[in-house]
């Protein structure tokens, strides 16, 4: 089955342990994305990956990294995360960028951070 | 402005009605229109494609794209329980910094039996 699958689903931390989301889709994509959904903000892009090695600044990528070694993976990490960081996370991806290319999320993540 | 405007909602309807959600946007590159479907507890999914101004119609539901004003629509009809959602509009132009996907901030649909 097509999908996008990410990991965990459900996270309670504390401020300032690091923590990792994983990323994963077994549709051969080029792009993929991290979005984050706020009540009231909508989905807001934090970081999005061309293809494998190339990575770039979305719209609040502030207190977040990634990486893309591999093109299935991509996995999302929070170096000190803080209570602002509580939110819904949603991975996607697409086989090309733009031109209306339809994007795929995967379940979510909501994290809190305490 | 923001590139992309949705009407907050939330929006609660009796099943039958009809339902119009509605979008405006700012940037005249944009041609590519979608619409998104997410269920509670679920990431969004594709509902409705068009590119370039019409109608397009899927079932009961009909996207409308109106390039001149800068304004899409949602039209549900005969609106059922099942209906009962968030929808995200989502705009993209063809290249560059525009071919980047950029949502509405959604509004929450809740068809009363």
């Known amino acids: 089955e097509a999908q996008v699958t990410q990991n965990p689903r459900y996270l309670i931390t504390v401020t300032g342990k690091k923590l990792t989301v994983t990323c994963s889709q077994n549709?051969?994509?080029?792009?993929m994305s991290w979005y984050r959904q706020d009540p009231g903000l909508g989905l807001r892009q934090i970081y999005y990956?061309?293809?494998?090695?190339?990575?770039d600044k979305g719209d609040v990528p502030e207190g977040y990294k990634v990486s893309r070694k591999e093109k299935r993976n991509f996995p999302l990490i929070l170096e000190s995360p803080s209570p602002n960081q509580t939110s819904l996370y949603f991975c996607?991806?697409?086989?090309?960028?733009?031109?209306?290319?339809?994007?795929?999320f995967g379940p979510g993540t909501r994290l809190t951070v305490l | 402005q923001k590139e992309v405007e949705q009407d907050p909602g939330p929006l609660s309807v009796p099943e039958g009605a009809i339902v119009s959600l509605n979008c405006t946007y700012s940037?005249?590159?944009?041609?590519?229109f979608m619409w998104y479907r997410q269920y509670s507890r679920k990431g969004p999914e594709l509902l409705m494609y068009?590119?370039?101004?019409g109608n397009k119609e899927d079932g009961r539901f009909t996207a409308q794209v109106d390039k001149s004003s800068k304004y899409i629509s949602l039209f549900i009809r005969d609106s059922q329980p099942s209906d009962s959602a968030t929808y995200l509009c989502a705009i993209s132009g063809a290249t560059g910094a525009n071919s980047k996907l950029t949502f509405g901030k959604g509004i929450t649909l809740s068809v009363r039996p």
């Open positions: 996607a991806s697409s086989l090309y960028p733009g031109q209306g290319d339809e994007q795929f």
């Open positions: 068009t590119y370039s101004s």
């Open positions: 549709m051969n994509h080029e792009y």
């Open positions: 990956s061309m293809n494998v090695e190339v990575t």
């Open positions: 940037n005249s590159a944009f041609q590519y």
